[in-house]
């Protein structure tokens, strides 16, 4: 059954019927479909546009047929050219002619509309949680290793001391920022286009405002052709999908950094690896580079929204059920790069002596004993060429500032005593960085009640 025909006097060709069709993907919004009919029969009666009595029969049936969606006893007919056709010609053929007011007032047009944005509503909040449940693991991880010291990085080489609990922060802040997008993006969205009609509205009294608020929404849109010819919210979406995959791609570089042999910073529990059909010592982050490569698929799914969008003039256009694939795998994508993402780093093994080794012996307390001598007197520049002699001095005996003795020290500059060693030690490297923000035992306490603030708070 179709929506439309009466104007045509042949069937659809059945190679154009399959290419025209959508059923087979946005059958997956079935529920809000079934929200949104309920919502706009509510309307109806309100109005006086149906009976009280006609309502309850049509809404009666719209529950049954979700519930029997729900438990699988009613299969979805992919024969049919939507989802929509498919609630709606099931509805008639169970409560007859009735059946048929329930389209009163609503073009498939805003009806496909508001069904994308409750869905894509629903899909946010969700994705959101993950978002929340990994903050929390991150936030475990970093009062877990206030004091597990590590090298940090600058062009992939050695640089400053920090803490893991430092640099498990930054992430922490991405992951926020990504949650405040999505927060955003919900808001500007949350406005119901039912009752747009196909775009220029309709002769019926409807009362927007109610079928809004019944739907969650904060008002109905403001404009019947951009309410159904909007996508700016879903471009908008695929963007902070994006940007979320950027953070975890990101996250899962340096993951597989951490767990190559070179480094073995840390373990990747067993559970969250794959070892290789030929090499059995192989233990691989499969899980980290198949979220580092999915990253481009949802970059994708934006490109080409952003491409499909950018030539189509007002209002609807049949261009527009591109949306649904790109913005469900997105969505599926996502979800399923969070949550196993989640479960892999809460299980990884951090090694704590390998991470401080790594970082006594990769100079990155030059800059301390720069800072050292500044506190001696000398300009800066001056101590930044002393240091960088004694870093020359070492590469070529193969050892680390902390090797030197104090004759080395002085040989190179009078102004070294024995108080050296303490300035340059992991611990007073990283804990005299007390600025808001630093990896300090002082600055990253208080970021991780902030963090503990912020998870309570939400």
Aim: charged letters at 25%; a negative charge; proline letters at 2%.
């Amino acid at each position: 059954m179709k929506l439309w025909g009466g104007r045509f006097t042949k069937e659809t060709n059945q190679s154009v019927h399959s290419f025209n069709s959508s059923i087979s993907f946005d059958q997956r919004f079935y529920g809000q479909d079934i929200r949104g009919s309920i919502a706009h029969v509510n309307m109806l009666a309100k109005q006086g546009i149906i009976t009280d009595k006609e309502k309850a029969i049509i809404i009666d049936e719209l529950n049954h047929i979700k519930a029997e969606i729900d438990d699988d006893s009613l299969k979805i007919d992919d024969s049919f050219e939507d989802i929509h056709s498919f609630i709606e010609a099931t509805l008639i053929g169970r409560i007859g002619d009735i059946g048929k007011k329930l389209h009163t007032g609503r073009s498939r047009n805003d009806q496909v509309a508001l069904d994308m944005k409750l869905y894509t509503k629903d899909e946010i909040l969700e994705i959101d949680l993950l978002l929340k449940h990994l903050l929390e693991t991150l936030l475990h991880l970093m009062e877990e290793n206030i004091e597990t010291y590590m090298p940090g990085f600058t062009h992939l080489q050695k640089a400053q001391p920090t803490t893991f609990a430092h640099h498990i922060g930054a992430y922490s802040e991405m992951f926020k920022r990504d949650r405040s997008r999505l927060k955003d993006i919900y808001h500007r969205m949350n406005y119901s286009p039912l009752g747009s009609g196909a775009l220029a509205g309709t002769t019926y009294p409807l009362d927007r405002n109610y079928s809004a608020v019944l739907l969650d929404f904060l008002g109905p849109t403001g404009n019947s052709m951009d309410s159904v010819s909007d996508r700016d919210y879903l471009i908008e979406l695929l963007s902070a999908f994006s940007t979320i995959m950027m953070h975890l791609s990101r996250f899962s570089e340096e993951v597989i950094i951490w767990n190559c042999n070179e480094y073995q910073f840390i373990e990747l529990d067993d559970a969250y690896s794959t070892g290789s059909s030929i090499m059995p010592q192989k233990k691989n982050p499969d899980i980290a580079e198949l979220v580092r490569g999915k990253t481009g698929r949802v970059y994708g799914a934006l490109i080409s929204l952003l491409t499909m969008m950018k030539g189509l003039p007002l209002a609807y256009n049949k261009d527009m059920q591109e949306d649904k694939e790109l913005t469900f795998d997105a969505i599926d994508t996502v979800k399923a790069c969070i949550s196993l993402f989640d479960d892999m780093i809460g299980t990884m093994k951090i090694n704590q002596k390998v991470m401080a080794k790594s970082a006594k012996n990769g100079f990155t307390n030059a800059t301390d004993a720069a800072d050292y001598l500044v506190q001696k007197g000398l300009p800066f520049r001056d101590a930044h060429s002393i240091v960088g002699q004694l870093v020359l001095f070492c590469i070529e005996r193969n050892i680390a500032l902390d090797d030197m003795t104090l004759e080395e020290f002085k040989a190179i500059h009078p102004g070294f005593e024995s108080d050296i060693y303490e300035a340059i030690s992991l611990e007073t490297c990283v804990n005299n960085r007390k600025t808001i923000g630093a990896p300090g035992m002082e600055a990253i306490e208080s970021f991780i009640e902030l963090q503990k603030k912020y998870l309570l708070d939400d």
